[in-house]
């Protein structure tokens, strides 16, 4: 593997440079929709999304470039959590399509975009693990992969002793440094980057794909209840 890492590495390149080729500068709500905010609030997630994975996985692909393997995998850890949130979007949104019904779909998109762990008037925010978790139903390993970046994200011995020494047994000497021992770190973290980055281009387009049909059947229940309303003409 440690011979695929250059490849990686021009691939990841080739990605993000595309990714903030496009990055979006706005969005009106009235393009959208006329009449109702739910597209609107999936596409609202899906372009902070872009931007947040932009500048970690851009950071994260040059701290790999200049072997700053902690600070990289943190970062890659924070792509792969950002991918997998666009992941769980992408099947909420088809998932109403699928069943063309709304469900709670609004309270989940208001989790997502207004969710605060801290905040008592925010909706509470969804877990992370849930989005990889959900991811993981689909891609066998992935939360494995993503729990594989947590040990080198943490301050344990995967992202301590592994990263920053060496140990000699016969002069009982404890060398001390950046990289004595970690090709299959730098290894690790690459892969998950560029898994990462085109899983978050393919839900990246899937979610502008069932977009219309998503959006069609927003407006017709719209319509529908509003029908359905006493006095209404």
């Given at each position: 593997?440690?011979?695929?890492?250059?490849?990686?590495?021009?691939?990841?390149?080739?990605?993000?440079?595309?990714?903030?080729?496009?990055?979006?500068?706005?969005?009106?709500?009235?393009?959208?929709?006329?009449?109702?905010?739910?597209?609107?609030?999936?596409?609202?997630?899906?372009?902070?999304?872009?931007?947040?994975?932009?500048?970690?996985?851009?950071?994260?692909?040059?701290?790999?470039?200049?072997?700053?393997?902690?600070?990289?995998?943190?970062?890659?850890?924070?792509?792969?959590?950002?991918?997998?949130?666009?992941?769980?979007?992408?099947?909420?949104v088809s998932a109403v399509v699928d069943s063309e019904t709304l469900g709670d779909v609004d309270n989940y998109l208001m989790r997502l975009i207004m969710g605060s762990k801290i905040e008592p008037n925010l909706p509470p925010a969804i877990n992370v693990l849930?989005?990889?978790?959900?991811?993981?139903?689909?891609?066998?390993?992935?939360?494995?992969?993503?729990?594989?970046?947590?040990?080198?994200?943490?301050?344990?011995?995967?992202?301590?002793?592994?990263?920053?020494?060496?140990?000699?047994e016969k002069t009982r000497v404890t060398d001390f440094g950046a990289n004595l021992k970690t090709e299959n770190a730098k290894v690790?973290?690459?892969?998950?980057?560029?898994?990462?980055?085109?899983?978050?281009?393919?839900?990246?387009?899937?979610?502008?794909?069932?977009?219309?049909?998503?959006?069609?059947?927003?407006?017709?229940?719209?319509?529908?209840?509003?029908?359905?309303?006493?006095?209404?003409?």
């Amino acid at each position: 593997m440690k011979e695929s890492v250059p490849l990686l590495m021009q691939e990841i390149r080739e990605r993000l440079q595309s990714l903030e080729a496009n990055l979006p500068k706005s969005l009106d709500a009235m393009a959208v929709s006329r009449t109702t905010k739910l597209p609107w609030k999936a596409l609202l997630y899906r372009e902070t999304l872009s931007w947040r994975m932009a500048e970690l996985a851009r950071d994260a692909f040059e701290h790999f470039e200049k072997d700053r393997l902690a600070s990289a995998i943190l970062l890659t850890r924070g792509a792969v959590e950002t991918s997998a949130a666009l992941w769980y979007l992408c099947g909420k949104v088809s998932a109403v399509v699928d069943s063309e019904t709304l469900g709670d779909v609004d309270n989940y998109l208001m989790r997502l975009i207004m969710g605060s762990k801290i905040e008592p008037n925010l909706p509470p925010a969804i877990n992370v693990l849930s989005f990889v978790d959900h991811v993981d139903k689909e891609i066998e390993g992935f939360r494995h992969q993503y729990d594989l970046l947590s040990e080198f994200s943490h301050p344990n011995w995967a992202g301590t002793g592994f990263l920053f020494y060496k140990h000699n047994e016969k002069t009982r000497v404890t060398d001390f440094g950046a990289n004595l021992k970690t090709e299959n770190a730098k290894v690790i973290g690459v892969v998950n980057l560029s898994v990462a980055l085109a899983m978050f281009e393919r839900s990246y387009n899937r979610v502008a794909e069932i977009l219309p049909a998503f959006t069609a059947l927003c407006e017709g229940q719209l319509a529908t209840s509003q029908s359905d309303t006493p006095g209404h003409d």
